[in-house]
Nanobody
Framework: QVQLVESGGGLVQPGGSLRLSCAAS????????MRWYRQVPGKQRDLVAV???????NYADSVKGRFAISRDNAKNTVYLQMNSLQPEDTAVYYC?????WGQGTQVTVSS
């Protein structure tokens, strides 16, 4: 049974930072690209960042230079370090691997 469990969301002021985690189980974690998506109510789910099994990364233009994706294969966990957060980063953030989604974690950027 595959599980992706996100954590680390919350309320942060503009300019602040958060680190999201996604713990995976039931998959051969090190073999798969891991992705973070985000979704605002009423809009499509957008890709934020991806990390390949080899550690190569790619980002949406809107988060380049502010967000960093990383993975720890020993812990079956992928991270999303989010810096210089802005109100437009407010969304539910989802972890995705293979064909599986996590339940999402809410990130709210507001003063």
């Amino acid at each position: 049974q595959v599980q992706l469990v996100e954590s680390g969301g919350g309320l942060v002021q503009p300019g602040g930072s958060l680190r999201l985690s996604c713990a995976a189980s039931g998959i051969s974690f090190s073999r798969y690209a891991m992705r973070w998506y985000r979704q605002v109510p009423g809009k499509q789910r957008d890709l934020v960042a991806v990390i390949t099994p080899g550690g190569s990364t790619n980002y949406a233009d809107s988060v380049k230079g502010r967000f960093a994706i990383s993975r720890d294969n020993a812990k079956n966990t992928v991270y999303l370090q989010m810096n210089s957060l802005q109100p437009e980063d407010t969304a539910v953030y989802y972890c995705y691997a293979q064909t599986y989604w996590g339940q999402g974690t809410q990130v709210t950027v507001s003063s």
